[in-house]
Structures are given as C-alpha cells and as structure tokens.
C-alpha cells in the first residue's frame, strides 16, 4: 500500500473495452473491463476510473475529452483487447487481424498524447504496450505464428500461456522486477516488429521479441509490457510502480510535500 501525502489517495484511468454485451433481457454495447484489472490498482493504493471510448466520430471532441479526463487523474493505464488498426502504421491489413476499432484506437491515442504532454506517469499492458509503440512511430507483426513461426504467446480458449522473458539489467523495470528471467502471463498474436522512437527495450523472449520498453532517460515515467501482469495477483509490483508515480505527480501538481 502506498502512502498518501495528499489528502486522497492517486486516481488512476484505465480505458476500457466497448463491446456487444447481455445481462438479463439487455443486449447492448457497454463498457467493460475485467476486475484484475482495477483491483489490482485499488490493491496499490490508487483509486480506479474507468475510461470508455467517447466520441468516436469528431476528433476535436475526443482530443477534448481525453484533455477534460487526464486534468483528473494522477495516472493513466492503457489495457488489454482487440488489434490496433495496421492502416495508423501504413500497413496493408493480415485478413487474421481483428476487425477495426477506430473508436477505442482514437480515444486511446488522444489519452496517450495528452498523458505524454503533461508527463503524466503511463503503465502500458499488452495492447496498451503496441499502442503506445505506434504513437510513437513503430510498427507491429500482425501475426506472430508467421513472423515467428510460434503460437507460444496465445493458445486461445481464454487460457493465458506461460511465458519467460529476461528483463535487463540497470532499467527501471529491474528495479521493481530484479534482471535476468522473469516468468509472465501471455495472450496475444501481435507484437512489436519496428519499435518505436525514444523507446528503451527492457525486456525481451529468447526469440528476441521485445517483451517491454520503458522511457528514455528526461522523458516522462512509461512502462510497457507485452504481458497480462494483472493476471498474477500475488504479483502486483508493476501496479504499486505506477501508483507511486502517480503520487507523486499529484503531489508535484498541487504543491504538496511529503
């Protein structure tokens, strides 16, 4: 649990999916997010909000609207879920990339931007990890059993694969990690092909797919990993990581000190 030395604890933004969903007689789209998800950040010590997609259509309203949530929050997570379009990378689509989410990529984009700006501190998760890498200007294998020949990072059926990957030594990630071998919780078949500008590669498996990247030396605090670390909940470091970050930009924004 981290200490507060403001008189609340961090508010941390999670975007969300916004799916077709039923309870009961209702079949509607809504927004979601699975638990681990923000109990692991109330389990930090942050306080969790949830971030639909708004106002997909007008882009003037999501840069203002991503600009209204990030004044409110001290930290921001980009999740898990569907592909990132190839066509904001300049790639042609592979038909086996899900289909588009424009609304989710749009509003996810404004948020990172808008979180990169104000140098508010960024945990990145799985989608979230080659989201950012796009934004910065990298591109993505869109299918991973053909660029590397392994289905090792999705078997499906809802069941997380095990995987190793090596976190480097002297990074931040090591230090909230330790270097050297760390096991981790995979789902996905897209992965960092060109990595993007400024980033730091910090972690990676032993067919040399980058796993993590971090922020570059002056640059605003960022992790991103290509896993599910919320998956493991006797393992909530990577969270408790952002939450203490993101006490420490409230505190830095309102003038108070520990």
């Known amino acids: 649990m981290v200490s507060s030395v403001s008189d609340r604890p961090p508010v941390i933004g999670l975007t969300t999916y916004l799916e077709r969903a039923t309870q009961g007689v209702w079949d509607v789209r809504a927004a979601f997010l ?16 949830l971030l639909p997609p708004q106002h997909a259509t007008d882009p003037e309203m999501v840069d203002a ?3 209204a949530v990030l004044d409110g929050i001290d930290g921001l997570i980009l999740t898990g879920g569907m592909d990132v379009q190839p066509e904001l990378y300049g790639a042609e689509r592979d038909p086996r990339t899900d289909p588009a989410r424009p609304d989710r990529d749009a509003w996810e984009l404004a948020l990172y931007r808008g979180a990169e700006a104000r140098r508010l501190p960024v945990l990145a998760i799985c989608r979230g990890l080659q989201l950012v890498n796009v934004a910065r200007g990298g591109t993505l294998h869109q ?13 499906g059926g809802g069941v997380f694969a095990t995987n190793t990957v090596e976190v480097a030594m002297d990074s931040r990630l090591a230090g909230m990690l330790g270097a050297g071998p760390f096991a981790v919780h995979s789902y996905h078949h897209q992965g960092v092909d060109r990595l993007g500008d400024g980033l730091v590669p910090v972690a990676a498996a032993d067919d040399g797919l980058v796993q993590a990247f971090e922020s570059g030396p002056g640059e605003s605090y960022l992790i991103g990993v290509q896993w599910h670390p919320e998956e493991n909940i006797e393992d909530r470091r990577l969270f408790a ?9 409230a505190a830095a924004r309102t003038g108070v000190h520990a």
């Open 34 to 49: 699975p638990q681990q998800y923000f109990d692991s950040v109330t389990a930090s010590g942050g306080v969790a909000v």
């Open 143 to 155: 299918h991973l059993p053909e660029a590397l020949g392994t289905e090792r990072y999705r078997v």
């Open 241 to 249: 990581g952002l939450v203490g970050e993101a006490e420490r930009y």
């Open 65 to 67: 609207a991503a600009s």
